[in-house]
């Protein structure tokens, strides 16, 4: 079953395509979070950040970039986030990878609540977590 974003490159369905070549496609987000909210996929349909060549995704941001100049100045935005959910505990719901251009705008509401749980932890905690992640890498 093909992704409803390999249906928008394949031209099977309607988008509003911004760029394209021959690694990536990026066209407007249905639903406008912002104006001129934009997805950047992937042409092959990796699911997730964890199945991406490193080379495409070098890429992919290098387009991210290019995008992220061009549409701040397009819509005179005043800030942006890069958004990439990555499985449904972190709120994907197209399983094709894809990173979000979210222009931002004076009183625009968008929320991303990140919570502080720095009053719970102590530098051991930190060490332990910061551990976890230097041996992973490994
Ligand atoms: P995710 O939740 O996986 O990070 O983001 C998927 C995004 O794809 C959503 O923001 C959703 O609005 C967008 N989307 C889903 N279906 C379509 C579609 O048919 N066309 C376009 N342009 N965007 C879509």
Do not use: C, W
Request: proline share 4%.
């Amino acid at each position: 079953m093909k992704t409803i974003f390999s249906q928008i490159i394949d031209r099977e369905i309607p988008s509003s395509i911004v760029y394209e070549d021959d690694l990536v496609i990026a066209f407007l987000d249905i639903t406008q979070a912002t104006p001129g909210h934009t997805l950047v996929v992937t042409k092959v349909p990796y699911q997730n950040i964890f199945e991406v060549p490193e080379e495409t995704l070098k890429h992919l941001f290098a387009v991210v970039q290019k995008l992220s100049k061009a549409i701040f100045k397009a819509f005179d935005a005043k800030g942006l986030n890069l958004l990439n959910n990555n499985m449904p505990e972190a709120g994907q719901t197209v399983f094709h990878y894809h990173v979000h251009i979210i222009p931002r705008y004076e009183k625009e509401e968008v929320t991303f609540k990140l919570t502080n749980h720095m009053s719970t932890l102590n530098s051991d905690a930190y060490k332990k977590r910061a551990a976890m992640i230097i041996a992973a890498l490994s």
